[in-house]
């Protein structure tokens, strides 16, 4: 059986394979650096990039929460002069985040944090493209804990698939912020908005 390794796991055991590429937003172009065993690899997926056009003009502090390679946070961060927090699980990913962190000219503080778990602050706006394959439990949890880290007026920013699941974690949204809006819905894929 082949080797295999997950994105949301660190795997020391992994050769590099660095790719460089670019990603345009507005009137910004940005280039990204990824490497192997990094979610979406090479390209920026289409629910990343799905988020990312979809969230209304964010202001003041924003958590890209299972950032990876910080796409996400980076894009928003530099075209809305936001304070940016990324975090993820995977050490990889955030060594990824903090070369394209300085290739795009983005402050930001990168923290290596199981979901909430090294996360204290409250934020304006959480952004959202979860780790499906990390399973459900991790993903609910991601989803029911954002609730106590954002301002009063926060919002939190969920991309899922219809395949993923879509239909059952906006129930979830929807019992623990009490609505949920849905943003974007077509070919299966839905921006979710949820405000404290």
Aim: proline share 5%; aromatic share 10%.
């Amino acid at each position: 059986m082949p080797y295999m390794s997950h994105y949301f796991i660190d795997d020391a055991n992994l050769a590099n394979d660095w790719r460089t590429f670019p990603y345009y937003y507005q009137d910004h172009a940005f280039m990204f650096t990824s490497n192997s065993g990094v979610f979406s690899p090479g390209h920026v997926d289409t629910g990343t990039d799905l988020l990312i056009r979809h969230v209304p003009h964010p202001q003041g502090s924003l958590l890209d929460l299972a950032c990876g390679y910080g796409v996400i946070g980076i894009v928003l961060g530099k075209a809305y002069s936001l304070s940016v927090t990324m975090a993820d699980v995977s050490p990889r990913a955030l060594r990824c985040a903090e070369i394209n962190c300085k290739a795009n000219d983005v402050k930001a503080n990168i923290l290596t944090s199981d979901c909430f778990e090294k996360i204290s602050d409250k934020f304006d706006a959480i952004t959202l493209n979860p780790p499906i394959h990390a399973g459900k439990n991790v993903v609910y949890r991601m989803m029911e804990e954002a609730s106590a880290h954002l301002n009063p007026c926060g919002a939190l920013y969920v991309v899922m698939l219809e395949k993923h699941g879509a239909k059952s974690a906006l129930r979830r949204l929807e019992e623990v912020f009490g609505a949920c809006e849905v943003l974007y819905h077509k070919k299966g894929a839905y921006v979710f908005c949820c405000r404290n």
